[in-house]
């Protein structure tokens, strides 16, 4: 009787012990949010504008081994911008994956027409202005330096308010097809030019196909003024 009393309070005592043993054991949420926090902030450093960020909720119910060997990622496909999310691994034998939702936002001056800019126009200083907004919840290629417009033309209409992005404008042509243009080379010592034909109309900074007298054909820069540098 004896022995099975001393056999029952060793088992409560075991028991006692192991709760808390076992309580300590699983991963504590807040190291995961600051770990989570700090990944953000460093791989946002060099967002354009100005940019702020919020965690998500983790799942209370959650629980999983403790892990001194957690590591953030990004996981495949995705990037840090908008409604995103961030993962964490435990590096040790306990092997788990969780993720953390975030959200994004990157506040900036963005390119906005002033007025609606119809296709073929090209953009002057009075047809743009700056506007702060969210990059995050904005297409992609879009303007934020009024510079980048100035001087192209637009490929397609755009309403007044709206960003202006790349790929609706294009450079100004520099030379047209057909256009008798100037062949440019120089290298050290030396320089040497020829005339020939442009094969196409091209911007400041394009690749052109110049045909010159002798029927060859060179490919050169094409630069304002009728002129295309060629590389020696």
């Known amino acids: 009787m004896v022995h099975r009393l001393i056999f029952c309070f060793g088992a409560l005592l075991v028991a006692g012990l192991a709760a808390p043993i076992y309580a300590a054991e699983r991963q504590k949420m807040p190291p995961i949010l600051k770990i989570v926090e700090n990944f953000v902030r460093s791989e946002t450093a060099g967002l354009p504008g100005r940019v702020s960020f919020n965690l998500g909720t983790i799942d209370p119910h959650l629980t999983l081994p403790a892990c001194r060997a957690l590591e953030p990622f ?46 073929g126009q090209q953009v002057g200083a009075a047809d743009i202005a700056l506007q702060e907004a969210d990059l995050a919840q904005l297409p992609g290629g879009i303007l934020t330096d009024m510079d980048q417009a100035l001087g192209k033309t637009l490929v397609s209409n755009i309403a007044a308010g709206q960003p202006l992005r790349q790929d609706i404008l294009r450079a100004p042509l520099v030379i047209q097809q057909g256009q008798t243009v100037q062949l440019q080379t120089q290298g050290r010592g030396f320089s040497a030019s020829a005339e020939g034909k442009a094969l196409a109309a091209a911007a400041d900074g394009q690749v052109v196909q110049v045909r010159i007298t002798s029927g060859r054909t060179i490919s050169g820069i094409a630069r304002p003024g009728g002129i295309v540098e060629v590389r020696p």
């Open 74 to 119: 990004i996981p495949a496909g995705t990037r840090l911008w908008g409604q995103a999310m961030v993962g964490v691994r435990c590096n040790e034998q306990a092997g788990w994956t969780m993720y953390v939702p975030v959200s994004i936002k990157v506040m900036a001056n963005v390119v906005h027409a002033v007025k609606p800019l119809a296709h």
